[in-house]
């Protein structure tokens, strides 16, 4: 978005990234004591809690940290230049932006997701076994 001019002369505000209003985001807090968790809070950055729970349950989920402590583990796995935290293994930026390019189409395109394995509603008959 593009703010309005508070005054008719000096610079032009820069540009504001702003969100769409559709846009519902959550995360969980979580708070340790000795590294150990000992419990988290639900914290709402975008949307009404209402409607970010209400798209949650379509699926049958909840607002839980699972989903992205998976991928954060899965880019520590296949990307070395996060994994050992070292930047020789990337050889600059551009290299890390190759190496993370390459993680998500592996990711997105080559690695099978449970999620996306859904029954079809109308059974249909395979050339194997399944």
């Not at 703010?3 to 959550?26: C, H, I, N, S």
């Not at 950055?45 to 989920?61: D, H, T, Y």
């Not at 999620?115 to 109308?122: A, E, N, T, V, Y």
């Amino acid at each position: 978005m593009h703010p309005k001019r508070r005054q008719d002369t000096g610079a032009r505000p820069k540009p504001r990234w702003v969100p769409q209003p559709e846009l519902l985001y959550a995360q969980v807090v979580k708070s340790y004591r000795r590294r150990r968790l000992v419990g988290g809070t639900h914290r709402v950055g975008f949307g009404p809690r209402l409607a970010i729970e209400q798209a949650l349950a379509a699926c049958g989920w909840t607002i839980k940290t699972a989903f992205i402590e998976r991928l954060n583990l899965d880019l520590r796995q296949r990307v070395a230049a996060i994994g050992r935290r070292v930047n020789t293994l990337c050889q600059g930026e551009v290299g890390w932006q190759d190496q993370l390019a390459l993680f998500q189409v592996y990711h997105t395109l080559v690695l099978p997701h449970a999620s996306l394995r859904q029954p079809l509603p109308i059974p249909e008959a395979s050339h194997g076994s399944g």
